[in-house]
Structures are given as structure tokens and as C-alpha cells.
């Protein structure tokens, strides 16, 4: 009897046990996991901009999150469309096939948008611009597996000016992403989602928010003598857009016709006010981060990065733009406090992505620095090729500085393809800035792990990616009038901000060094789901120990 009462009350404890474990698990788990991306945001600017910034947008963050100071990404190309894959995978191009924004198919002989879709039309406009979705991304998400682990019962969207930066964080499985159609000044989608807009999207649409945000001209946030963290006003690398003089405070938009505003908003800091206000609008109409399961909304400013490459890195256009995108911030925390609860949600804050600086103005500074046209390095190359073997068209293209040869004219001419691929690299290696150069059977044979010939081999599809890899100089970049541009491994187009704040994030920070494929396998823990299924990236321990 005595040996019963005491398997009773065994058996009473570890349920009581069990049921206070899986309380704990649930509890702990947040309501609502917000991830942000700013697309072509240095590390630094955190740092140089700080003053500068209030207290309940970037620095609510600093001050109160985990600070990762020496987070990068760890392949190349460093573009728009590899980075926001990969922080949602939690790997890199070799596995996930995003290897960048375009890419040179070789079935169709042609450049293609990473997320174009033939297969499915725009939702919210009479534009192409809606044939889109994230069929070529090859490996699942952090937001794929939060659905797959809910059973569809977590809502994921995603918001972006730009259709790679909403659809591909969103993942395979998203309830919804919108992105920003220049033609109209709305917010579009596509089939591969849904079948209309809905209201409230259609409401802030129809508010045109666009000619309410350019009814006013840029002026700095903040008197222009104290933005003494940039170079002064009106720089000779600087865009003078069609409508101006000049690279000078103010920008006027009110003689512009709709259509022109419509284009140009991307290039203010305005573009991410929308994106933040279309943000809040999913929060209060979509009750996320108020239901039963953690929800995940994906945003990324991409407005940064048109100005970025517009100005440089060291511009007042730049520095303004950030001091704005921080009262952003601030609103859309003021909105996840109120509807979803402080303590309610995880978010994080990253890039895509950093920048090189203005080979120009490197040169004035006396840094060694150059630039490069793609289509003359090409063409080089070509005419070597010809004058050996007598025959044109022996590279098909040159797509982010990766030369595609002509497999079918090589192998009807029953030529050597090693030989071919030694006479490029050969020729390569003599033009100015040229640093290394690495063909595809090095990259297929060979596992690299450090260095510039791992990056490569991170950043490098099997299938997708070209037959010879150029790397450069640091400091050199493809010829550009205006602005800056990224791509490189180097550091100041791999060093980036990594933030976390919210439900379960210690105040903190670190100087270890990250990769940027460590956020999504993180998040798994956090949320208790499987890995994505290509998962390189490992947990960072630091937002544990507490």
C-alpha cells in the first residue's frame, strides 16, 4: 500500500513537473519575433552616428539588447539578395543558390531577377513587377520552419521597398509579402500569395502616402553645421538627380509629376518611412504577435542603400538619413510596446550587407584605391581567347565579376577546357587591381576554409555560379560615376551590425567574432523548432548565459 502511495505521488510530481516544464517552454517563447534589415549599413555607423541618435530607437537597442561589435558575413559576393537569404537560412550561397541579386542562367542565356516568377502575376497593380517569389532559393527559413512547426498556424510577413527583401526573408511558406512598385507609388504582392490585397493594404494604398511624404522637401533632421561625422555638403562623387543642379541641401520634390515621385522616393529617406508605417499597419490589422503562436514579421529599409550608393558612406545625405530611419525605429517599437507588449517580443536588427568606400574620394585622402569595367575586363580576356583559338564567343558573360564560358562551343571544338580556363587566368592576372583569380575545377576539387578562397567557396553555387572568379585590390570596385558600391570580402563590405533586444536577450556585448549565418540557428533554439534544412551557421552562446 505504502509502495502504491509513493508511485502516486511520484507519478503526481512528474506531472506537475512536466506540465510546469512545457508552461516554461511556452512562456518563454516570445509572441512575436520581429527581424530587421538594413540594407547596406556599416557596423560603425552605430558608433559614429550615436550621439547623433535618440533614445528610443537605435540606442533603446544598444542600451538595453546584446551587442555583437564584430559581426560579418563570411562569403562573397556581399549583395542585397545572398544577404537576407542568408540570414534567414542560416547559410550561404553554396547551399541556398541565392548568389546574388541577378545572375547569368545559363538554360536561358540571359541575367535574371533572383526572385523573378514567370509563373505567377502581380496582386495590387497593372505592373510585371509582381511576378515574383522565392522559387529559386533552394534551402528553407527560420520563418519556413516557425509555419512548418505551427502547422500554417503562425503568421509570417514580410515588407520591403525592394521584392528580394520582402520575399526572401519571408520564406517559402509566408502568409504574405509586400513589396514597392516605382510605376504607382503602392505596395504590391503576387499570386504565389494570395489572391487580392487586403483592405488595409488597399486603405494605405489609396492614401498615397508617397505625395504626402514629398510634399516637403529633404532638409537635414538637424541644423547641417553639426553633422560633423560626414564630409561637407556637395561632394563631385555625389548623384545630381535629373531634377537638380547640384548634390546640395534642400531636395525639392514639388515640382515633380506623381510618376517621378514614384521613382524617386526610393532615393529619400522617406522610403523606409513607409516601409515602417506599412509595418505598424500589418501589426494592428493582422493582430500579430496576438494569437496563440509566435508570429514573424521580416522588414528591411532599403532606402539606406539607394542613398549609400548615391552619395558614399561619409555623406550628410547618408548621415541624415540614418538620424531618421532612428525616429522610424522608435515609432515602430512605440507600436510592438502598445499591441504586442514589451516583454513580448524578439527582435533583431542586421544588414545585408556594408560598403565600400568612394574610390574617389580614397584618392583624395592619398589610400590606394582603383576601379574596373566589367565589360573591358571581358573583352580582354575574349580577344585573348580569340587570337589563341581563332573563335569568338568564347565567354558567354560577365556577371558579378564572374566570367561564363561557352561549354557547348568549347566541347564542339574539342578544345581543352582546363587550357581555356589557364589562358583566362592568365590574362586576368594582368590587369591592374586584379588579385586573385580562381577557376571552377579549384572550387569543385579542393575544400577551402579560411581566407578569400573559402568566402568564395561559401559564396559559390555549383550550378548556378560562373567557371572563373575575380577577386581585387582592396579599396578597388566596378566603375561608378556617382556614390559606392559593395560586393567584396573585405571588411568594410562584410562588417556589419548585429542587435538583439526583447523577450529573453541580456544586456550585453561582445567582441567575438560572428558570422551572420549564426541569427537564424539562434533563433531555433529560441523558438524551440528544427533547423533550416542547410543550417552552417552555429548558435551564439552569449544570449543563453543569463
Not at 494592428?284 to 550608393?309: C, N, R, V, Y
Not at 536577450?505 to 533547423?531: E, W, Y
Request: proline share 4%; with cysteine.
Amino acid at each position: 500500500m505504502k509502495f502504491q502511495i509513493h508511485q502516486i505521488t511520484l507519478l503526481v510530481v512528474l506531472l506537475i513537473s512536466f506540465n510546469g516544464y512545457n508552461q516554461t517552454i511556452k512562456t518563454e517563447k516570445p509572441k512575436l519575433v520581429v527581424g530587421i534589415i538594413v540594407d547596406q549599413m556599416r557596423e560603425e555607423y552605430l558608433v559614429r552616428y550615436q550621439n547623433k541618435f535618440s533614445d528610443k530607437g537605435f540606442k533603446r537597442i544598444m542600451n538595453n539588447g546584446y551587442v555583437f561589435k564584430n559581426a560579418h558575413y563570411n562569403y562573397i559576393p556581399t549583395k542585397t539578395a545572398p544577404g537576407h537569404a542568408s540570414v534567414y537560412t542560416g547559410t550561404t550561397p553554396k547551399f541556398h543558390g541565392i548568389i546574388s541579386n541577378s545572375w547569368y542562367h545559363k538554360d536561358i542565356k540571359k541575367d535574371e531577377n533572383c526572385v523573378f516568377d514567370g509563373s505567377v502575376e502581380t496582386i495590387g497593380s497593372s505592373s510585371v513587377n509582381g511576378q515574383r517569389s522565392p522559387h529559386k532559393m533552394l534551402a528553407s527559413t527560420i520563418t519556413d520552419e516557425l509555419q512548418l512547426s505551427s502547422q500554417g498556424r503562425s503568421k509570417v510577413i514580410g515588407i520591403s521597398l525592394k521584392d528580394r527583401g520582402a520575399i526572401l526573408p519571408a520564406g517559402h511558406m509566408a502568409d504574405a509579402a509586400y513589396w514597392y512598385d516605382d510605376t504607382d507609388g503602392h505596395f504590391i504582392s503576387s499570386t504565389y500569395y494570395m489572391d487580392a490585397l487586403p483592405d488595409w493594404v488597399q486603405k494605405y494604398n489609396k492614401a498615397n502616402h508617397v505625395n504626402k511624404h514629398l510634399k516637403t522637401d529633404w532638409t537635414t533632421f538637424l541644423p547641417i553645421a553639426l553633422y560633423t561625422e560626414s564630409t561637407t555638403d556637395q561632394q563631385v562623387y555625389e548623384t545630381v538627380f535629373p531634377h537638380k543642379k547640384d548634390s546640395k541641401f534642400p531636395y525639392e520634390y514639388k515640382s515633380l509629376s506623381n510618376k517621378e515621385r514614384y521613382e524617386i522616393l526610393p532615393e529619400t529617406p522617406y522610403g523606409n518611412t513607409i516601409v515602417a508605417e506599412l509595418a505598424m499597419e500589418a501589426i494592428e490589422h493582422e493582430h500579430l504577435g496576438q494569437g496563440d503562436e509566435t508570429d514573424f514579421l521580416a522588414i528591411s529599409f532599403s532606402s539606406t542603400d539607394k542613398i549609400g550608393h548615391a552619395f558614399g558612406p561619409y555623406s550628410i545625405e547618408v548621415e541624415d538619413t540614418y538620424l531618421r530611419l532612428d525616429q522610424d525605429l522608435a515609432q515602430l517599437m512605440e507600436k510592438l510596446d502598445s499591441k504586442v507588449g514589451k516583454d513580448n517580443y524578439t527582435l533583431f536588427l542586421t544588414a545585408d550587407h556594408a560598403a565600400s568606400d568612394v574610390s574617389l574620394y580614397l584618392k583624395e585622402q592619398k589610400i590606394p584605391t582603383g576601379t574596373y569595367h566589367p565589360e573591358e575586363v571581358m573583352a580582354q580576356v575574349q580577344n585573348k581567347l580569340t587570337s589563341i583559338y581563332n573563335l569568338e564567343g568564347m565567354i558567354e558573360a560577365i556577371s558579378g565579376d564572374q566570367l561564363f564560358l561557352n561549354h557547348e562551343l568549347i566541347s564542339s571544338k574539342e578544345l581543352d577546357f582546363n587550357a581555356v580556363l589557364n589562358v583566362c587566368k592568365k590574362e586576368l592576372m594582368k590587369i591592374p587591381g586584379v588579385f586573385e583569380v580562381i577557376l571552377r575545377p579549384d572550387l569543385e576539387r579542393f575544400e577551402y576554409t579560411t581566407e578569400e578562397k573559402g568566402m568564395v567557396q561559401r559564396g559559390y553555387h555549383i550550378q548556378r555560379s560562373g567557371d572563373v572568379v575575380i577577386l581585387f585590390n582592396p579599396a578597388w570596385s566596378s566603375f561608378r560615376e556617382y556614390g559606392t558600391g559593395h560586393g567584396s570580402g573585405y571588411s568594410y563590405d562584410t562588417h556589419v551590425p548585429m542587435l538583439w533586444y526583447g523577450r529573453n536577450i541580456p544586456k550585453g556585448s561582445s567582441v567575438a567574432r560572428k558570422s551572420i549565418t549564426d541569427i537564424s540557428p539562434t533563433l531555433t533554439i529560441m523558438l524551440g523548432l528544427k533547423f533550416p534544412n542547410a543550417t552552417t551557421g552555429a548558435v551564439i552562446p552569449e544570449l543563453f548565459e543569463h
